[in-house]
């Protein structure tokens, strides 16, 4: 059974960064595909960003292009996002989730997705 743990989300001001990380354990990592979505209060939950299973491909919500950057290391069975200049609007909790059979392709629907993380907090704010 595939499980997912997010961790480097908390409290950050306009404009400024910070890197969440996406550990894996059970499975075979290196054939998944990978996603990051994120929900705020009150929203559905939405796509961010995507990956492919070597990393060759990557797809990234409009609202984040240029902004935030996804990765992968499949050595470490890890997956990134790096989130650069910051806005309230990015205030979220933001979900890790991955297609544990494999597929080469970047999926951006919540439905295309079988395994979840937890979930970790990324609030901006000054």
């Known amino acids: 059974q595939v499980q997912l743990v997010e961790s480097g989300g908390g409290l950050v001001q306009p404009g400024g960064s910070v890197r969440l990380s996406c550990a894996a354990s059970?499975?075979?990592?290196?054939?998944?595909?990978m996603g990051w979505f994120r929900q705020a209060p009150g929203k559905e939950r939405e796509f961010v960003a995507g990956?492919?299973?070597?990393?060759?491909?990557?797809d990234y919500a409009d609202s984040v292009k240029g902004r935030f950057t996804i990765s992968r290391d499949n050595a470490k069975n890890t997956v990134y996002l790096q989130m650069n200049s910051l806005k309230p609007e990015d205030t979220a909790v933001y979900y890790c989730a991955a297609k544990s059979t494999f597929s080469r392709m970047v999926l951006r629907g919540t439905n295309e997705y079988d395994c979840w993380g937890q979930g970790t907090q990324v609030t901006v704010s000054s």
């Open positions: 059970g499975g075979t990592f290196s054939s998944f595909s």
């Open positions: 990956i492919s299973w070597r990393g060759g491909s990557r």
